[in-house]
């Protein structure tokens, strides 16, 4: 793709990365700061690449047209809209995000 498209975080993704740094740098602050730039860098290359996130599994997140990026132990859900990729939400793998999103 060759225009860039800008990046939006939904308010419930930006609490998200917070919670999640927070939790982490609790027991390891460089390993926060190293999680947090891992987010910052994946994150962007969407406005390149938007449609490189693999659609989820779960039929109704198909139908919403959700897509997935995995950072570490996270899933970021996100959606491609027409001018811009929303994040909507950053979760843990292991979370059942269905009722969540």
Same mark, same amino acid.
């Given at each position: ?7 939006? &975080? ?13 939790? =982490? ?7 926060? !700061?190293? #999680? ?5 860098? @994946?994150?962007?290359? #969407?406005?390149?690449?938007? #449609? @490189? ?21 996270? !899933?970021?859900? &996100?959606? =491609?809209?027409?001018?811009? =990729?929303?994040?909507?939400? =950053? ?9 969540? !999103?």
């Amino acid at each position: 793709m060759e225009k860039n498209l800008p990046i939006k &975080y939904l308010p419930s993704a930006e609490q998200d990365i917070i919670e999640i740094i927070d939790y =982490v740098s609790m027991d390891n602050p460089p390993a926060a !700061l190293n #999680l947090l730039n891992q987010f910052d860098e @994946s994150i962007s290359i #969407l406005a390149y690449f938007p #449609l @490189s996130g693999p659609i989820p599994n779960d039929a109704r997140l198909q139908l919403l047209n959700y897509r997935m990026l995995g950072i570490q132990s996270y !899933l970021v859900f &996100y959606v =491609v809209q027409n001018e811009f =990729v929303e994040i909507r939400r =950053v979760l843990h793998a292991k979370r059942k995000y269905d009722f969540l !999103l």
